[in-house]
């Protein structure tokens, strides 16, 4: 079975600077998809940004990029110039032959004024 | 279509009593898919169907617990005999399997539910 662990429970960041989210898997399958999903509160889950397992170029979308480091199985994600409408709830996630989504714990993301 | 819809959006009830939730999800995906999630935590997988075909179900899932997906459109997901661990948000999520892979997961807002 998968696990996805994000070790960061809270962070907090000044709009306009730069932010990592960490998140580390386990898993023996190696063709597999990972995935960071925000939560903004009372609002739904929508995808950030995806990386295919057997793609070595890190995915980038705007503001938002990802290191992924397949070996080490990590998978942190950027995110440049924050927002205010940063501010939520990030969900690193795997999709494997499973086909289901397994979720990390979480991170709350705090973008302060 | 706006995307994956689900009702109600919340739901408090008595222990003991049963309940159902609907999702509505976008209307060319063929694959549909029902999470938990508890306050503070990740959602956990609950079973997912493609078109009416329920594939998998996890352990999280026990008998008191049903869905379905009739016509491989909405789906239901019934909690019977509710207990206060089931007080958590239901969350519904639909996608596409097609010829060239799976798209994302698209999720719908969530049913909350509260077992008093």
């Known amino acids: 079975a998968q696990t996805v662990t994000q070790s960061q429970p809270e962070m907090s960041v000044q709009e306009a600077e730069t932010v990592t989210l960490s998140c580390t898997y386990d898993t023996s399958e190696s063709n597999y998809y990972l995935f960071w999903y925000k939560q903004p509160p009372s609002r739904q889950m929508i995808l950030v940004i995806r990386?295919?397992?057997?793609?070595?170029q890190n995915a980038t979308e705007n503001r938002f990029s990802v290191n992924f480091q397949k070996a080490a199985k990590s998978f942190s994600l950027k995110i440049s110039d924050s927002q205010l409408g940063d501010t939520a709830m990030y969900f690193c996630a795997f999709w494997g032959a499973g086909n289901m989504l397994t979720f990390g714990g979480g991170t709350r993301l705090m973008v302060k004024p | 279509d706006t995307g994956v819809s689900q009702d109600p959006r919340h739901k408090i009830t008595k222990r003991g009593q049963n309940v159902t939730f609907r999702c509505d999800p976008i209307s060319e995906h063929n694959r549909l898919y029902w999470y938990r999630q508890t306050l503070g935590q990740g959602p956990e997988f609950l079973t997912y169907?493609?078109?009416?075909?329920?594939?998998?179900k996890s352990r999280l899932l026990s008998d008191r617990f049903s869905a379905e997906r009739p016509k491989g459109s909405f789906s239901t997901l019934e909690i019977q005999r509710t207990e206060q661990g089931d007080s958590a948000m239901y969350l519904c999520?639909?996608?596409?399997?097609?010829?060239?892979?799976?798209?994302?997961?698209?999720f719908g807002q969530g049913t909350r539910l509260t077992v008093v």
């Open positions: 169907f493609q078109n009416e075909a329920q594939l998998e």
């Open positions: 999520a639909s996608s596409f399997l097609g010829a060239a892979g799976d798209t994302e997961a698209f």
């Open positions: 990386q295919e397992a057997y793609k070595q």
